[in-house]
Structures are given as structure tokens and as C-alpha cells.
């Protein structure tokens, strides 16, 4: 009878222990392959949410879920979903993604309170091109007996 207490004690703590969530809630800051990128991320319960930053912009997680030390979340962007999988080790959080195919994996730092985040933004034609102020198309007077000047 005693042992089956203690049995069954031990298999209560080792599945507390077992179901208990990362603490992965904050801000993390790193590299995923060549990109810079920046999570913000909140745990209530077994459940992730939180925002993605890249270069090319930010926008929510989905499907996100803790289990133990590990978390997996997709991230939707342009008509493209990437699952996201991730491990924490301590402070750091190794995070790999499939992206066209391609295993890319890196590591991330949880960033102090008060400590800025800046993803610089992947450089687009329309941040260099400038369509305005459009030229006024000055038409001339007509002169008699010359050829019309052209109107632009």
C-alpha cells in the first residue's frame, strides 16, 4: 500500500513536471539563417501567441503550442504559411523553420525590458522611387507660321 502512495506520487509530480510550460513570454531578438527577426511572444497556458518581425514586415502567429521546452507556431505571409519549431535552452532559443523547402535554423536572446528592438527593413524599389509632385505638362502659345511646339 505504501509503495503503490508512493508510486503513484511520483508519476503525479513526473507528469506536473512533464506538462509544465516553457516560460518562453517576451521579447527575443536573433538570426534565422541570414534574416534578422524579433518575436514577441505571450504563453497562457499550452497556448503561444505573439507577433513575428522581418524585414519584410510583422504580423500575428498562429497555431501556436508549448509543450515541456518546446514551442511550434506558422507564420502566414503573402499566401505562404511556414511552420515554425523552436527549443529553449536556458535564456536562448533555438528555432528552425521550413522555407521553400529548406531547413534554416538559429538562435535567439531574450531582450531585457526597456531594451529597443529595430529590424531594419529589406530595401523595395518604392522606398527610392518618388512619382510625385508630377510635372505640370505646360502647353506653349502658337506662333504663326512655325511648327507647333510639342505640349510636354
Given at each position: 500500500?505504501?509503495?503503490k502512495?508512493?508510486?503513484?506520487?511520483?508519476?503525479?509530480?513526473?507528469?506536473?513536471?512533464?506538462?509544465?510550460a516553457?516560460?518562453?513570454?517576451?521579447?527575443?531578438?536573433?538570426?534565422?539563417?541570414?534574416?534578422d527577426?524579433?518575436?514577441?511572444?505571450?504563453?497562457?497556458?499550452?497556448?503561444?501567441?505573439?507577433?513575428?518581425?522581418?524585414?519584410?514586415?510583422?504580423?500575428?502567429?498562429?497555431?501556436?503550442?508549448?509543450?515541456?521546452?518546446?514551442?511550434?507556431?506558422?507564420?502566414?505571409?503573402?499566401?505562404?504559411?511556414?511552420?515554425?519549431?523552436?527549443?529553449l535552452?536556458?535564456?536562448?532559443?533555438?528555432?528552425?523553420?521550413?522555407?521553400?523547402?529548406?531547413?534554416?535554423?538559429?538562435?535567439?536572446?531574450?531582450?531585457?525590458?526597456?531594451?529597443?528592438?529595430?529590424?531594419?527593413?529589406?530595401?523595395?524599389?518604392?522606398?527610392?522611387?518618388y512619382?510625385?509632385?508630377?510635372?505640370?505638362?505646360?502647353?506653349?502659345?502658337p506662333?504663326?507660321?512655325?511648327?507647333?511646339?510639342?505640349?510636354?
Open positions: 500500500m505504501k509503495i502512495f508512493i508510486l503513484s506520487t511520483a508519476m503525479m509530480l513526473l507528469a506536473a513536471s512533464l506538462s509544465h516553457a516560460d518562453v513570454s517576451g521579447r527575443w531578438l536573433g538570426k534565422l539563417g541570414s534574416n527577426l524579433a518575436l514577441n511572444l505571450k504563453v497562457e497556458g499550452k497556448k503561444l501567441t505573439g507577433t513575428l518581425y522581418t524585414p519584410d514586415g510583422d504580423g500575428p502567429i498562429s497555431n501556436g503550442k508549448v509543450s515541456g521546452n518546446t514551442i511550434s507556431f506558422t507564420y502566414s505571409t503573402n499566401g505562404v504559411t511556414t511552420p515554425y519549431a523552436g527549443t535552452n536556458g535564456e536562448s532559443l533555438e528555432l528552425g523553420a521550413v522555407i521553400q523547402g529548406k531547413e534554416t535554423k538559429g538562435t535567439f536572446s531574450r531582450v531585457p525590458d526597456g531594451q529597443a528592438v529595430r529590424i531594419t527593413p529589406r530595401m523595395r524599389p518604392q522606398m527610392t522611387e512619382w510625385e509632385p508630377v510635372p505640370k505638362i505646360v502647353t506653349p502659345a506662333y504663326p507660321e512655325l511648327v507647333p511646339a510639342p505640349s510636354d
